[in-house]
């Protein structure tokens, strides 16, 4: 009797907690169109989280991520979704952890994800992310091929943002890969080719006459080599 008791007790407090959580689904699934309607995103922020705790799903957990990623907390978002590389990914998985690891400064780890992009879509922004990346890893051969894909399919209405400056400015993406090649063209022989480099930077100065990157790059290649001998 005891026995028939608590299995009605079990089954009854079950049946109040299910109606619990699809109450509190319903709740926060309103919550989340309405913080959406406003604009709020911690408030969509806090919605997702929610409802990724009461109903997970990876669409849940992707939305969740692309929401961090666009509030600029890089580290949030891979917490959600992992850093590892999976065949089950969604293009949003995929996209968010190539520009959350690419912000963070792991661009190893970045890598992977930003080719998969291009393999699936590609597009001269993220062959220039991908040439950007072998770039700063010193694989020069590796970058200049994708500078090579992106300005043969590069356009005219087609940017990149630099933020060196205090006052952050886009350039055209085009010019933006002259200034990558030059860089690579100086680093095959930085002996020989200072001269070679300066005619590359001089076709992004072109495009774009105030790019301050490739303004600096260029006042440095064209300073005379200093004589460092000591005269007696």
Known sequence: MKNILFLL????????????DAALIKHYEAFYKQMKVQGDTQGIINALTHLT??????ARKDTLAYVYL???KYTQALNIIGIEQKATDSNIAIEVKAIAL???????????????????????????????????????????????????SVTDTQGKA?????????????????YLEAIAKFNENKVTNKAAAIVILDKALAIEPNFNMALIVKNALSQPIQNTETKN
């Open 102 to 152: 690419k912000s963070i400064g792991e661009l190893e780890r970045a890598l992977p994800f930003y080719e998969a992009i291009y393999t699936k879509l590609p597009g001269a922004q993220v062959a220039y992310e991908i040439a950007d990346i072998y770039m700063n890893l010193n694989k020069f051969s590796d970058s200049k091929k994708y500078i090579d894909l992106g300005l043969a």
């Open 9 to 20: 007790v079990f089954g009854f407090s079950f049946s109040l907690f299910a109606q619990n």
């Open 162 to 178: 630099f933020y060196e400056m205090q006052q952050p400015y886009q350039v055209p993406l085009k010019a933006a890969f002259y």
């Open 53 to 58: 705790i009461l109903k997970p799903s990876e």
């Open 70 to 72: 666009n509030e600029g």
